[in-house]
Nanobody
Framework: QVQLVESGGGLVQAGGSLRLSCAASVRVFSDYRMGWFRQGPGKEREFVATITGSGGSTDYKDSVKGRFTISRDNAKNTVYLQMNSLKPEDTAVYYC????????????WGQGTQVTVSS
């Protein structure tokens, strides 16, 4: 069973930065594509960013491109989301997720960490 634990959320002013971390309890972390998702108040959960197992390829939601960076440290079984130039509309619970398959749904989810951006 894969367990994912997020950390690093908090309250920040608009224009500020936060770095989220997600630690995974897996044997071979590089076997898993990792993703970050978020769910804002009254909204559906949405994709934010993803990274391949090797870290060689990433993809982002259009509205966060140039502001957010996903990265991973396979030696530490951890994926990160560096969030810069935060906006109030980035306020949400952020979740990390993992899957082994090349395509399809993510199989494992963390419990989420709250990010609140004040204006």
């Amino acid at each position: 069973q894969v367990q994912l634990v997020e950390s690093g959320g908090g309250l920040v002013q608009a224009g500020g930065s936060l770095r989220l971390s997600c630690a995974a309890s897996v044997r071979v972390f590089s076997d898993y594509r990792m993703g970050w998702f978020r769910q804002g108040p009254g909204k559906e959960r949405e994709f934010v960013a993803t990274i391949t197992g090797s870290g060689g390829s990433t993809d982002y939601k259009d509205s966060v491109k140039g502001r957010f960076t996903i990265s991973r440290d396979n030696a530490k079984n951890t994926v990160y989301l560096q969030m810069n130039s935060l906006k109030p509309e980035d306020t949400a619970v952020y979740y990390c997720a993992a899957r082994k398959r090349v395509r399809g749904e993510y199989d494992y989810w963390g419990q989420g960490t709250q990010v609140t951006v004040s204006s």
